[in-house]
């Protein structure tokens, strides 16, 4: 059964954490979970795009230039926005995700294209909020191998990949898994942006705080031995040279005991025993019985921690008339400096060859 408690308003929770956030003047940091679910009001929502149309740079052309701004103006942000993100990338959530709720969304939006390569998400004033708030996470990048190689990639339904296991893909579920889970350079977070909703589109997150609820613990130490191993996405073999390699085998569970980093993938991993491959089929089970489910609205940010929860997406049914569901999609690092190595000059996309 699916849970929705996590993702609902709880605006006194927040307050709370922010009161423990200024107990101590030099120290902002909260020792409680934020939570998931943060509306603005309209003072907060208006500040946040004063500060979003200082930016002028566009992320997909100039995207070094763009992240630079999206930084700067971030120290505009309202104290209290500040505080409630900074403490997710802090602590983290019950349900691995923050969703802030009601910022501007362009009111001459153009239509859903049917396709990502045009990027049309990324003109938008909505785009440039989104971006302040993600670097206050960490810094933006692009992979060359995901989305044509954009900051702010356009997440749409796509008629021609409609039954695919991508981000384009609509009338099959997307199943459970972490933000290229086969990847040493994967993203810290991924962040969601809606221009446009669809009631019937919910996306799942799971977290590894959950997750441990539901195991035993003979089964939470399994989890911890790399016993399972991952194929390399579709979409990104075309761009590395061995794109049939199989990569690990690493575990499923790592990192502290109450506050676990999960790797998850329904599609491309396996267990390299029969054991642990059972031991996966339970570990999906216990997603689909007790995931939690957000279905984005108009004016969304929902920001997933990559390290601390999987997830997934419903399926759903486009109407392909350009109302469709059109989600601005982007990734975060926490640190940039540990990829100097692997990004093109822009400095702000891994090359395709480390995927």
Same mark, same amino acid.
């Given at each position: 059964?699916?849970?929705? %408690?996590?993702?609902?308003? #709880?605006?006194?929770?927040?307050?709370?954490? =922010?009161?423990?956030?200024?107990?101590?003047?030099?120290?902002?940091?909260?020792?409680?979970?934020?939570?998931?679910?943060?509306?603005?009001?309209?003072? +907060?929502?208006?500040?946040?795009?004063?500060?979003?149309?200082?930016?002028?740079?566009?992320? +997909?052309? %100039?995207?070094?230039? *763009?992240?630079?701004?999206?930084?700067?103006?971030?120290?505009?942000?309202?104290? @209290?926005?500040?505080?409630?993100?900074?403490? *997710?990338?802090?602590?983290?959530? @019950?349900?691995?995700?923050?969703?802030?709720?009601?910022?501007?969304?362009?009111?001459?939006?153009?239509?859903?294209?049917?396709? +990502?390569?045009?990027?049309?998400?990324?003109?938008?004033?909505?785009?440039? @909020?989104? #971006?302040?708030? #993600?670097? =206050?996470?960490?810094?933006?990048?692009?992979?060359?191998?995901?989305?044509?190689?954009h900051l702010i990639q356009d997440m749409v339904p796509n008629p021609k990949l409609a039954v695919t296991q991508q981000s384009q893909g609509s009338k099959v579920e997307l199943e459970a898994h972490t933000e290229q889970c086969f990847s040493d350079f994967k993203p810290d977070y991924v962040i969601l942006g809606a221009l446009r909703g669809d009631e019937n589109a919910k996306t799942y997150a799971f977290s590894g705080r959950k997750l441990v609820q539901h195991m035993s613990a003979e089964d939470v130490a399994k989890l911890r031995q790399p016993l399972w191993a991952t194929t390399i996405d579709e979409s990104f073999q075309p761009y590395i040279p061995s794109p049939d390699a199989v990569r690990g085998p690493f575990p499923i569970l790592t990192g502290p005991e109450d506050d676990p980093y999960i790797l998850v993938d329904q599609d491309l991993m396996h267990g390299i025993t029969a054991e642990a491959q059972r031991l996966l089929g339970r570990v999906v089970e216990t997603y689909i019985e007790n995931r939690d489910a957000h279905v984005l609205q108009p004016g969304d940010l929902l920001m997933l921690d990559n390290l601390r929860a999987m997830h997934g997406r419903s399926m759903y049914t486009p109407r392909f008339d350009g109302k469709d569901r059109f989600i601005a999609r982007g990734f975060v690092v926490r640190d940039r400096r540990k990829l100097w190595p692997q990004l093109l000059e822009d400095r702000r996309t891994l090359a395709a060859v480390h995927s």
């Open positions: 059964m699916e849970t929705k %408690s996590a993702i609902a308003p #709880a605006k006194s929770q927040s307050s709370h954490c =922010l009161r423990a956030a200024r107990s101590k003047e030099s120290d902002i940091t909260v020792h409680e979970l934020q939570s998931s679910l943060f509306t603005l009001d309209s003072a +907060n929502a208006e500040a946040i795009r004063t500060a979003a149309e200082r930016i002028t740079a566009h992320p +997909n052309e %100039s995207p070094d230039d *763009f992240g630079r701004q999206a930084l700067a103006a971030a120290f505009s942000l309202p104290e @209290e926005v500040r505080a409630a993100v900074l403490n *997710f990338a802090e602590v983290g959530s @019950e349900a691995g995700i923050m969703v802030v709720r009601g910022l501007y969304v362009d009111e001459d939006l153009s239509d859903t294209p049917l396709d +990502n390569k045009s990027g049309l998400g990324a003109r938008t004033v909505f785009a440039k @909020e989104m #971006a302040m708030l #993600a670097h =206050l996470l960490g810094s933006m990048v692009a992979y060359e191998a995901e989305g044509n190689g």
